[in-house]
């Protein structure tokens, strides 16, 4: 398995920062959303399940059209070899998959999401696609320990009601080497587009939510807890807990999206 690299390797991608925690940089608490939270994955399940049908016309819509450039970024960071084993943990309608499987035909994709009508749309938009769905949930992966030569989620921790459980059940499916890659959105950076990140975020976003969706509460929740989620640096900390070392990450689209990458040590249990 190759080695994470110190830097991305795709030009472009220089940005991307290693972070190093600060001392006793918070990975719980009041901005992990889903902490103590029993009725959350419930109130998931619910919300996922009623936009499900414009779940992606909606994704292209409030990223214009950027959101599938990020899932194809998130896969080329995977490190994936031909015909390698991935496992998409809240594949929703399999976005990810899709990029794992245009990148290499070859590729075993398994998706795992607990929303039956996601997995309903994932398995009609990608029929004859060789993907294994799974419903199950993150926070329990129904596999045995390194079965995976890669882990990959898109926008599932900010819904998980135990953020450390889930990158745990990740860190234990993925092999030794093996990298986990987490695409999300984060508490935008301050800076001089601030104010317009947030305008989109908190206005445009709901009212497009509602008009493609019908469902207003989805779109606000997408706000609320992406300004309750983690700082990247604090996700770097969390994957770090999590057994995951080294741990990189690179902020898009104005600080409010991130790509995090994790590597289990070689050699780790
Ligand atoms: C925002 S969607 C992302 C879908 C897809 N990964 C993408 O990139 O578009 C989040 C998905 O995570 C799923 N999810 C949330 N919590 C989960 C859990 N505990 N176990 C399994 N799936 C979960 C939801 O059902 C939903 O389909």
Redesign the pocket.
Known sequence: MKPLPRKWTRAGLKAMDSVRPAKGAPVTGKKDPGAGNGD??AA??RM??AI?GR??AM?RLMTLGQ?QKW?RMAIAQAGLSRGARLL?????????CLAALTRDEHARVTA????EA??AGGRQRLAGRPIAWCA????HLPFADARFDAVV????L????DIHQ?LAEQARVVKPGGRVVI?DTCPPAKGVFHPLVMAHLCWVVPMLGRIVTGDRDAYTY?PQSTMGFLQPAQMVAAMRAAGLLPVRHRRLMFGTVAIHVGQRPEGGQ
């Open positions: 959350k994955p998931v399940r996922f399940g499900a779940y992606d994704n959101d899932r998409d943990v809240g594949a929703g309608t399999g976005g990810l795992v999401d607990f929303t996601m997995i199950a949930d993150a926070l989620s898109g926008y599932l900010r819904n998980v009601a889930a695409l997408l």
